[in-house]
């Protein structure tokens, strides 16, 4: 049987082999790709990429603060954590002559920046002290105590004299964050967004998405009680709203072990809600009316009564009994100084019930509320740390 002939090439023809054919196939592609590499990346120039903070501090490497540039002896907050925290500098190794005060916790500490800075100033100006008090302020955005927990190691790092607890608002808040935050993605995120064209997909799809986010809650017919920044719309069980506070219990007492276990010492505070307008869920409209006309025929302590034992039962992005009986049982536990937050803002409210006049939501202590708070903060401070009155 004859064997089968291979073509006949024509004259001039040119051939390339497999390799070489299906290289030179896939070149316009790579040319496309590295052109919009390109204009990306000059595109940063003009326009920086969004900021993202990978892993939103669930994930355990996640560390608040970098040092600063050439000046590698100044820590100064991550950008990425610029969404989170307040920018804070300091000095690493820690000066000598230095009082190192951490404070931690939710939005609450956030907004304290300004009247923790005149606290140190105070502390630092006392007749006759001569140590510098600085504090650092690593309130996180609805951060709870699980990511407050992980923080605790990469604070040790920095010599603290002392540390601050003000949280209890957040623990169902948190977990809506810790749900859409996958952290075995963590490690190909990273690596997609190395690339400018992938981040510059990214952000026009998150301004997209947010435009929308605002334009629907801002249309939407939805009744108030609806909140945009709670833990979903699951209707948790008492079952699960118990775990919850196991959790939380088990998260304030580790931050506290980790601490005092480095001989740092806690003030641990118990934190005020909301009574007066609490932020209940719409299942519980009759009640809040009910709430609502006790205290308008000035009926404040059933009011107030009603208004505790709901919040106790429900999920919520506020603190409630529950929460403070933690505080306390781990402050006794302990054997910590404890401020008692919840009532100082009671016993300034015009009828003892927090939110009549001093929080400015749910769950947000006013400029003077927070005055308040860190008055009783200074003076336990005095107290640990040596100083006389200013």
């Given at each position: 049987?004859?064997?089968?002939?291979?073509?006949?090439?024509?004259?001039?023809?040119?051939?390339?082999?497999?390799?070489?054919?299906?290289?030179?196939?896939?070149?316009?592609?790579?040319?496309?790709?590295?052109?919009?590499?390109?204009?990306?990346?000059?595109?940063?120039?003009?326009?920086?990429?969004?900021?993202?903070?990978?892993?939103?501090?669930?994930?355990?490497?996640?560390?608040?603060?970098?040092?600063?540039?050439?000046?590698?002896?100044?820590?100064?907050?991550?950008?990425?954590?610029?969404?989170?925290?307040?920018?804070?500098?300091?000095?690493?190794?820690?000066?000598?002559?230095?009082?190192?005060?951490?404070?931690?916790?939710?939005?609450?500490?956030?907004?304290?920046?300004?009247?923790?800075?005149?606290?140190?100033?105070?502390?630092?100006?006392?007749?006759?002290?001569?140590?510098?008090?600085?504090?650092?302020?690593?309130?996180?955005?609805?951060?709870?105590?699980?990511?407050?927990?992980?923080?605790?190691?990469?604070?040790?790092?920095?010599e603290p004299d002392l540390a601050l607890l003000y949280a209890g608002h957040n623990e169902f808040e948190e977990l809506k964050h810790q749900a859409i935050t996958n952290l075995e993605r963590l490690p190909a995120q990273k690596v997609a967004y190395s690339l400018a064209m992938l981040r510059l997909a990214r952000d026009v799809w998150a301004l997209f998405d947010l435009a929308w986010r605002a334009g629907h809650a801002h249309f939407s017919e939805l009744p108030s009680e609806v909140d945009y920044g709670a833990a979903g719309a699951h209707d948790f069980t008492s079952e699960e709203i118990a775990e919850r506070m196991n959790r939380y219990k088990e998260?304030?007492?580790?931050?506290?072990?980790?601490?005092?276990?480095?001989?740092?010492?806690?003030?641990?505070?118990?934190?005020?809600?909301?009574?007066?307008?609490?932020?209940?869920?719409?299942?519980?409209?009759?009640?809040?009316?009910?709430?609502?006309?006790?205290?308008?025929?000035?009926?404040?302590?059933?009011?107030?009564?009603?208004?505790?034992?709901?919040?106790?039962?429900?999920?919520?992005?506020?603190?409630?009994?529950?929460?403070?009986?933690?505080?306390?049982?781990?402050?006794?536990?302990?054997?910590?100084?404890?401020?008692?937050?919840?009532?100082?803002?009671?016993?300034?409210?015009?009828?003892?019930?927090?939110?009549?006049?001093?929080?400015?939501?749910?769950?947000?202590?006013?400029?003077?509320?927070?005055?308040?708070?860190?008055?009783?903060?200074?003076?336990?401070?005095?107290?640990?740390?040596?100083?006389?009155?200013?």
């Amino acid at each position: 049987m004859p064997m089968p002939q291979e073509p006949k090439k024509k004259p001039g023809a040119i051939t390339f082999s497999r390799r070489k054919t299906i290289l030179y196939s896939l070149l316009p592609a790579f040319l496309l790709l590295g052109s919009c590499e390109g204009c990306a990346r000059l595109l940063e120039l003009w326009r920086p990429p969004l900021t993202l903070d990978y892993g939103w501090g669930f994930n355990a490497d996640s560390r608040v603060f970098v040092p600063a540039g050439i000046a590698r002896n100044t820590m100064i907050t991550r950008p990425e954590k610029l969404a989170s925290f307040q920018m804070q500098t300091f000095t690493m190794p820690k000066p000598a002559g230095t009082y190192r005060i951490f404070i931690l916790g939710g939005s609450n500490v956030n907004y304290m920046n300004a009247p923790l800075r005149d606290m140190a100033k105070r502390l630092s100006s006392t007749p006759g002290e001569t140590r510098r008090f600085e504090i650092i302020n690593l309130g996180g955005l609805a951060y709870g105590t699980h990511r407050l927990r992980i923080m605790v190691p990469e604070i040790l790092e920095y010599e603290p004299d002392l540390a601050l607890l003000y949280a209890g608002h957040n623990e169902f808040e948190e977990l809506k964050h810790q749900a859409i935050t996958n952290l075995e993605r963590l490690p190909a995120q990273k690596v997609a967004y190395s690339l400018a064209m992938l981040r510059l997909a990214r952000d026009v799809w998150a301004l997209f998405d947010l435009a929308w986010r605002a334009g629907h809650a801002h249309f939407s017919e939805l009744p108030s009680e609806v909140d945009y920044g709670a833990a979903g719309a699951h209707d948790f069980t008492s079952e699960e709203i118990a775990e919850r506070m196991n959790r939380y219990k088990e998260n304030l007492d580790a931050i506290v072990t980790q601490f005092t276990g480095h001989d740092v010492p806690v003030v641990i505070s118990t934190v005020a809600s909301n009574f007066w307008e609490p932020d209940l869920a719409q299942s519980f409209a009759a009640e809040k009316e009910q709430i609502r006309q006790l205290y308008d025929s000035g009926n404040y302590e059933e009011g107030m009564r009603l208004a505790r034992d709901i919040l106790s039962r429900s999920k919520r992005h506020q603190a409630s009994d529950v929460e403070n009986g933690v505080i306390r049982e781990i402050a006794a536990k302990h054997n910590l100084p404890l401020v008692d937050g919840e009532n100082l803002i009671m016993d300034a409210e015009p009828h003892g019930v927090p939110g009549e006049t001093l929080l400015s939501d749910r769950c947000h202590i006013t400029e003077w509320g927070r005055e308040i708070v860190l008055a009783a903060f200074e003076k336990v401070i005095r107290q640990l740390a040596g100083v006389g009155q200013s």
